[in-house]
């Protein structure tokens, strides 16, 4: 099992930055490939940005790339999501979850593929 806990939202104007943290506990975190999703309402939870467990791979949604930077410090048991440039339609809740445990190096923008999940954190983004 694998306890997820993310913090770091709130409230910004267009073109300003934030940084999401999400702390996990449990199993080794290591082990765990990492995700971001996002979910405005009435719309699908959506893939973000993902990264692999050792950091060395990273994948980005289109509609992010440039913008946001997930990393993760294996030592801290912490991933984040570095979100620069904002605009009101990165508005959401976003989530961090885990993937599979194992020791294969590969990211995945599946939502499926994702064992664990935390209760999310509202990011707003005003015009």
């Known amino acids: 099992q694998v306890q997820l806990v993310e913090s770091g939202g709130g409230l910004v104007q267009a073109g300003g930055s934030l940084r999401l943290s999400c702390a996990a506990s449990g199993r080794t975190f290591s082990n765990y490939p990492m995700g971001w999703f996002r979910q405005a309402p009435g719309k699908e939870r959506q893939f973000v940005a993902a990264i692999s467990r050792s950091g060395d791979i990273t994948y980005y949604a289109d509609s992010v790339k440039g913008r946001f930077t997930i990393s993760r410090d294996n030592a801290k048991n912490t991933v984040y999501l570095q979100m620069n440039s904002l605009k009101p339609e990165d508005t959401a809740v976003y989530y961090c979850?885990?993937?599979?445990?194992?020791?294969?190096?590969?990211?995945?923008?599946?939502?499926?593929?994702?064992?664990?999940w935390g209760q999310g954190t509202q990011v707003t983004v005003s015009s």
């Open positions: 979850a885990a993937g599979k445990f194992g020791y294969r190096e590969y990211v995945t923008k599946m939502l499926g593929d994702y064992d664990y």
